[in-house]
């Protein structure tokens, strides 16, 4: 049970903490954002990962992709696999996010929900590949998920934001040092959601100038 959504209907939680999170509707419009959908499930080179959770192996409950900076970057000094390289569609994306971030991005980390069974469990983002008040820029498309976050040392404050088709969530401030994060699993019927988190890695130059 502890997985499962404590908003499953109820919209954006009051009081919502803006100094971490941003959250605009229709950043995509939905013509578009239907497409992007269609075409990231279609082409995209699906995998479903295994990771290491106290000496066990576990499959990641969701299907996910890495793209970014292929050839620039040593990904693998900061424990990570090279990403492939940026396609079209993934780089109209991190163009059209990043004014509004205000940084730019060197990859972007996919996720495929394919049903409510599909989740992310409790987590934040490693801060020592991408520094600790760094800005994550989040796209989602498909099905409506609540993305729920609760403070790290007071698990009662929690809130949930309803992510949106087309919608665009900033991660910013203290979220990957004072919160968590998921998407929780749901018992109630759901669709495919995608959803894109473009980042700035850290990782030393494979080319230096
Ligand atoms: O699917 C989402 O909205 C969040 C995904 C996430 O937290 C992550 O990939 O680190
Ligand atoms: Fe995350």
Same mark, same amino acid.
Do not use: P
């Given at each position: 049970m502890e997985q499962l959504s404590f908003f499953a209907f109820s919209g954006q939680s009051s009081g919502l903490p803006k100094s971490v999170l941003d959250y605009q509707a229709g950043f995509i419009p939905k013509c578009e954002s239907d497409l992007i959908f269609e075409k990231l499930i279609a082409n995209t080179p699906w995998q479903q990962r295994t990771v290491k959770m106290y000496d066990k192996e576990v499959i990641t409950p969701r299907l996910t992709a890495w793209y970014g900076d292929a050839d620039q970057i040593d990904y693998t000094s900061v424990g990570k696999t090279q990403p492939l390289a940026w396609t079209k569609e993934l780089l109209a994306l991190k163009e059209k996010v990043e004014p509004l971030a205000g940084i730019s991005f060197n990859s972007v980390l996919l996720n495929y929900y &394919? /049903? !409510?069974? /599909?989740s992310v469990a409790w987590h934040s983002d490693n801060e020592t590949v991408m520094g600790s008040h760094t800005i994550i820029a989040s796209v989602s498309f498909g099905q409506v998920r609540s993305f729920d976050i609760r403070l790290k040392t007071d698990h009662k404050q929690k809130y949930s934001v &309803?992510?949106?088709? !087309?919608s665009l969530l900033l991660m910013k401030g203290d979220l990957q040092t004072k919160w968590d994060h998921r998407i929780a699993k749901s018992t109630l019927p759901m669709h495919a959601r995608i959803n894109l988190t473009f980042r700035r890695i850290i990782a030393p130059s494979l080319n230096p100038i």
């Open positions: &394919r /049903d !409510g069974r /599909d &309803r992510l949106e088709h !087309g």
